[in-house]
């Protein structure tokens, strides 16, 4: 649905986006993430056809972007980190002008007006001025106009920023929502407990490279990903030996001769053999603890990784 | 599309025609013209008042009001939001223009009425309103494009001071001109233009009508440009070309050249264009953003043979310059055929003493550009071009050494033609300086 092949943009004096390259499926959601600086908006302007790369290619919905960006834009709808709206139109006149200048009028518009704001929870206040709307409901006024010609791709920079706890779980459910719809969505932002809850994937980008790209879902499902924590009632000097053969290879093992933690990458039955084999080894478990990779620590490893650190 | 339903237009109206406007202007203005019609001020009458204000409100006020309509978009950071939207480039740019001043428009349109019941209609009157109408959308687009041009000159998440004074100096230079248009003032006599003799106001009406259209496909062009099409600058290069024929009109049909005395007209045409081009390339070389992420992908294109990418990519002062160096030999030849040999070679060493010094000022431009902070450059090219125009040339003149002085002054060559080798040798420094500069540069 979304791909980029070998994407550079440069600033004078700086490479922004060193050859990006991924491919997103559709009606998906992917976390955008990576240190600041590291490129993520560069990217996120570029897909949607603000900027024009060095080089590379993009492609929505089976459009070159960079051929034919105004056809592009009729699928994209873009939250931009600092979005602007006009103050001084009130909530029903922004959303009606977003909707026209995307091709929409008519009874449609209007009915298509009510049902977004209704989704963002700003319907009661439609009459009211953007400029007299607060931080988080400007915020959800920015959102409405993204969606409001119905986009097949949604790019939302920074879009829980401002958001107060309660419109961030609102955000998180209209996400899922957008997806079940069949809208693809790339989402930039450095709450990653919060991208957790509805991302399918994440992208971690590091000084404009692609340092990471994996499938959340996919994960899930296959048992991967899962953060092991082991300890023994007394010291063994072959607890990393034993341990060594059964470590992702994505992370480092991290053992003394006491404990240890690991991520593991294998199904129930290889823990369950894991676990046999090393109290047929004598060595006495007494603690085992399974928890799943959270998104924060995927990111902070693929960043270490990439920096050549050990976590 | 009619404007009625054009959203940029619509947004506009909502935004500025306020009830309470509405109201206001219509009072304020009756007032206005109350007081006038009680009592004679310095002889004015109605008609003169209403065009007064017509062109103080429409023409004036409204270029401001194009201007903010645009800048408000980058300052509200709402830009990024209209060049995604689906309006075409047409679209946008007659949603900003009769939108951006509706609120003038309203309060010019109101001057008109009393104007047409105050005025006896004839062809007169009716030329000058359409004067004054072409002269308040000639305007309107002008602001427009200032706007958008110096938004390209620096990052668009800063303020807007430059664009703003792109507007004003566009009011401080044209505002004075347009009140030539109130009745009495209207220029008398006729214009000898080509092979015809033409009445002054029609033939203003004309100039202004063609400022009109070239000003609106300007504004139209650039606007494609921000709403992401790729164009060659042809339309550019189209409106040079639009300059030099109608230069050319006080050069031929039996006319005395009062520029170029020396020169017979095909000449002194070709110089007027060399002119025009000279013109055109400073003011480009300046204004335009010199952006070598995008000249380094340009030389790229060309040498993978990419050649009408590279053209789009093209920045308006290297086409500019292209037919600057076509112009030159074009003048060179034409001097060579039409005028005595003496004077055909004082002529052409100028015109290439021109061309050269313009090869030379790019070089010292580029050079400053070809860095990683690019703020200063264009001010201290600027800095570094006085010294070399001004104070150079007064320097040799304080010390009696007036010959020298056409080392820095191409017009003097026309009496010293030999010089031409120095002026060859400052053009190598300047190209070796750039391309260092240019090496130098970040991989």
């Known amino acids: ?311 | 599309m009619s404007l009625l339903r054009n959203p940029e237009f619509l947004r506009h109206v909502w935004l500025e025609l306020t009830p309470q406007r509405l109201l206001a202007t219509p009072l304020i203005l009756g007032l206005i013209v109350l007081i006038v019609s009680q009592v004679e001020i310095a002889s004015l009458g109605l008609p003169t008042v209403s065009m007064g204000l017509f062109v103080g409100m429409t023409a004036l006020w409204g270029a401001k009001l194009a201007s903010d309509s645009l800048n408000n978009e980058l300052t509200q950071g709402t830009w990024d939001n209209q060049r995604l939207s689906g309006m075409g480039a047409w679209q946008m740019t007659l949603g900003k223009l009769a939108g951006g001043p509706v609120f003038a428009w309203y309060g010019g349109a109101l001057s008109l009425v009393v104007f047409a019941l105050t005025t006896p209609w004839n062809w007169a009157s009716l030329r000058m309103l359409l004067t004054a109408l072409a002269v308040a959308i000639s305007l309107h687009a002008l602001a427009l494009l200032s706007a958008l041009l110096a938004w390209r000159k620096q990052p668009r998440s800063t303020a807007t001071p430059r664009s703003r004074g792109a507007s004003i100096l566009l009011l401080i230079v044209f505002g004075p001109q347009v009140f030539f248009m109130l009745p009495g003032d209207e220029p008398a006599g006729n214009v000898h233009w080509y092979a015809w003799h033409i009445p002054a106001p029609e033939f203003l009406l004309a100039c202004v009508l063609l400022a009109m259209f070239w000003a609106t496909l300007g504004l139209y062009r650039v606007m494609r440009e921000e709403l992401s099409f790729r164009d060659p600058p042809n339309a550019w290069i189209a409106f040079l070309l639009f300059l030099f024929v109608f230069g050319g009109g006080w050069f031929h049909g039996g006319q005395t050249s009062r520029i170029f005395e020396d020169l017979g007209p095909v000449a002194a045409h070709l110089a007027t264009c060399l002119l025009i081009c000279l013109v055109a390339n400073y003011g480009l070389l300046f204004s335009e953003r010199k952006d070598w992420v995008r000249m380094r992908r340009l030389v790229a294109l060309w040498r993978d043979g990419q050649r009408s990418r590279a053209w789009e990519l093209t920045p308006k002062w290297l086409a500019t310059f292209a037919l600057s160096a076509g112009v030159v030999a074009t003048f060179v030849v034409a001097c060579l055929i039409t005028e005595p040999p003496m004077r055909a070679i004082a002529a052409a060493c100028t015109a290439a003493g021109f061309l050269l010094f313009l090869v030379r000022d790019a070089a010292l431009v580029l050079g400053l550009n070809f860095a990683r902070d690019q703020s200063r450059a264009d001010s201290a090219a600027a800095v570094y071009l006085v010294v070399l125009y001004a104070l150079l040339p007064g320097l040799f003149v304080a010390i009696g050494l007036q010959f020298l002085a056409a080392v820095f002054w191409p017009p003097l060559l026309f009496a010293q033609p030999p010089w031409l080798i120095l002026m060859v040798v400052q053009v190598a420094v300047a190209l070796d300086f750039a391309i260092k500069r240019w090496r130098k540069l970040p991989a």
């Open chain 1, 1 to 311: 649905m979304i791909g980029a092949g070998e994407l550079v943009y440069e600033y004078p004096g700086k490479r922004a986006l060193d050859s990006v390259s991924f491919l997103l499926p559709a009606a998906s959601i992917t976390a955008l993430v990576g240190p600041n600086g590291a490129g993520k908006t560069t990217l996120l302007r570029c897909i949607a056809g603000l900027d024009e790369p060095y080089s590379g290619s993009i492609e929505i919905a089976g459009i070159d972007v960079l051929r034919h960006p105004r056809e592009a834009h009729r699928h994209i709808g873009y939250l931009p980190d600092h979005f602007g709206l006009y103050a001084e139109l009130s909530t029903r006149q922004c959303l009606l002008h977003a909707g026209r200048s995307r091709g929409l009028g008519g009874e449609a518009l209007d009915a298509r007006v009510v049902e977004v704001a209704t989704q963002l929870g700003i319907v009661d206040k439609l009459d009211d001025k953007a400029g007299s709307l607060s931080r988080g409901q400007r915020q959800r006024l920015a959102i409405a106009q993204a969606i409001v010609h119905r986009p097949s791709v949604l790019l939302l920079d920074e879009p829980a920023s401002g958001l107060d706890p309660e419109s961030r779980a609102g955000l998180s459910e209209l996400m899922r929502r957008l997806r079940s719809e069949g809208m693809t969505l790339i989402v930039s932002s450095h709450i990653l407990a919060e991208l957790e809850e509805y991302c399918t994937g994440m992208l971690v980008l590091q000084q404009g490279r692609v340092v990471e790209h994996r499938l959340l879902e996919q994960q899930t499902a296959q048992g991967t990903g899962r953060m092991i924590r082991l300890r023994l009632a007394q010291a063994s000097t072959r607890l990393r030996e034993l341990l060594a053969p059964h470590v992702s290879a994505r992370t480092p093992l991290d053992a003394d001769t006491q404990k240890a933690s690991f991520e593991f990458s294998g199904g129930d039955d290889e823990l369950s053999a894991l676990l046999q084999s090393l109290l047929a080894a004598g060595l006495p478990v007494c603690e085992l603890s399974v928890e799943q990779a959270s998104l924060q620590d995927a990111y902070l490893r693929a960043v270490e990784h990439d920096r050549g650190g050990v976590s």
